[in-house]
């Protein structure tokens, strides 16, 4: 049953929503005042950083996350550490609550200077595109608008994807950071929401490959006996590496069960239905 099932997963992603990144932060300590804009996704994953009036991105490696409170008013730290040439330089901490931030600070490790810093709304320029750096390769996409996915590798090398379309009034694309393979890499998720009521969400998954160091887009099941059809509201079992669906359909809601086999390939285990 959904409902009894939802609370032992350790890893919920249905009601991940994206916020509106990059965030724009500037000192206000220090003789030279400088900005920059910070990107992160899902507990604080995926992060790097780049200051105004420079090209390059700084990768930025979760040091530690403290989340309190319950869902819908959660206070959530982070502290993350500067990563240059895989030389630790410097860290930033970010206290966010929602879409606000707040405890904002920079520290460089030359100087042992602590700059503090705040997010600055009035200038921030939101174009609805998100991006994150997530095993030394820049991804982005858009979260309202186009369906173009990019893959910068390390190597140099590029690779684009199209994302599904948006058939909903209220569009809205989403991106999930986790292990959805349970092979100990990141990988990554967008999700939309479906064309009916809008209650539950489609989702395509992009599998982190470590020996290509590449994104393969996780195929959908081949099965027939399935409730749900496709990847729909997509959990994480993580005890049992278990991945699971869930969809709305004549009244009810449906869940299906699957496990991974060889060459990322899910395998239906079960199905199942909740009363209403």
Request: hydrophobic share 35%; proline share 4%; with cysteine.
């Amino acid at each position: 049953m959904i409902k009894k099932l939802l609370p032992i997963f350790l890893l919920t992603l249905l009601f991940h929503s994206a916020t509106a990144q990059p965030f724009l932060l500037k000192s206000t300590t220090g003789n030279k005042p400088f900005s920059l804009d910070i990107y992160y996704g899902t507990d604080g994953k995926g992060a790097f950083v780049q200051y105004k009036g420079q090209q390059g991105i700084i990768p930025l490696r979760l040091k530690s996350q403290i989340s309190k409170g319950k869902m819908g008013q959660t206070t959530t730290s982070y502290v993350w550490d500067e990563v240059i040439k895989g030389v630790v330089t410097g860290s930033y901490g970010v206290t966010q609550q929602a879409d606000k931030l707040f405890g904002l600070w920079y520290k460089n490790n030359n100087s042992q200077k602590r700059f503090l810093l705040e997010h600055d709304t009035a200038w921030e320029d939101y174009a609805g595109v998100g991006k994150y750096l997530l095993h030394g390769t820049l991804i982005s996409f858009h979260h309202t608008a186009e369906e173009l996915l990019s893959f910068n590798y390390a190597d140099g090398s590029t690779k684009s994807s199209h994302l599904p379309e948006f058939d909903s009034p209220d569009p809205q694309r989403r991106a999930t950071i986790a292990d959805y393979n349970f092979d100990g890499y990141d990988d990554l998720a967008f999700s939309i929401p479906d064309a009916g009521m809008g209650v539950y969400h489609y989702f395509s998954i992009y599998l982190y490959n470590p020996a290509t160091k590449q994104f393969d887009k996780l195929a959908e099941p081949d099965a027939p006996q399935a409730s749900c059809s496709g990847l729909c509201d997509v959990t994480l079992d993580k005890k049992n590496k278990l991945l699971l669906t869930a969809c709305r359909g004549a009244a009810r809601w449906w869940n299906d069960v699957y496990k991974f086999a060889g060459k990322n390939k899910l395998v239906w285990v079960r199905s199942g239905k909740t009363a209403n």
